[in-house]
Structures are given as C-alpha cells and as structure tokens.
C-alpha cells in the first residue's frame, strides 16, 4: 500500500558531507512524522531523527549540530543533510513514516524503508 524508497548513502571520508532523501508513496492520505533510523553492525537500531508534520524535530544527541531533518511542502519526502560525518555515524540508514493510509476505512500504519548503508572513512 504504501512504500519508502530512501538514496543518497554511500562512502564519505570523516568530516565530509553527505544527504539522504526518501520518498513515500502510494495509498497515502496524510504523512504524519517521518524519521530516520540508523544501524551499524552488531548493535540495535536506533533513532536518529523525526519531524512532525508541523515541523517539530528532535535528535539523537550523537548528531545535534550536524545532521538536519527536513521534509519537503508536499509531506511525502524527508530529507537527512549529514555534516561532520564521523566514522560512528557508518550505519545502514532506514527511513520510517506514519502514515494515514486511504482505504475502505483510514487506518493510521507505520512504514520502514529497505536502507541505505552510509559509509564514513577516517
């Protein structure tokens, strides 16, 4: 019903820059939050972070003053502008939404991504 395609990972040396898109499509009435999560080797996947569909942000603190979330006026694109990466940031990198979905009856869903995997070299 309703499908997340995240780009843009790749290998960047530490310091670099590097953004992440991903696009939301499909039976989608409203986007609610749309978030970033990360997972590197051998430990839990974790928050990195979520806006609103107001535009509330929050992060993980690992990454406060130089990654940024943002969304597109449409709803159904976030976006990860990652700055100062450091080689802790190498992770896969999924994206995750809620969303209303249309249907018979609305019913609100949570959606993941497939991933990214970023690569951060020292």
């Not at 409203?30 to 979520?50: I, K």
């Not at 949570?110 to 990214?116: A, N, R, V």
């Amino acid at each position: 019903q309703v499908q997340l395609v995240e780009s843009g990972g790749g290998l960047v040396r530490a310091g670099g820059s590097l953004s992440l898109s991903c696009v939301a499509s499909g039976s989608i009435f409203r986007t609610n939050s749309m978030s970033w999560y990360r997972q590197a080797p051998g430990a839990q996947r974790e928050l990195v972070a979520r806006i609103t569909s107001a535009g509330s942000t929050n992060y993980a603190d690992s990454v406060k003053g130089r990654f940024t979330i943002s969304r597109d006026n449409a709803g159904n694109t976030v976006y990860l502008q990652m700055n100062s990466v450091k080689p802790e940031d190498t992770a896969d990198y999924y994206c995750h939404a809620n969303v209303v979905v249309r249907g018979p009856g609305y019913s609100v869903m949570d959606y993941w991504g497939k991933g990214t995997l970023v690569t951060v070299s020292s």
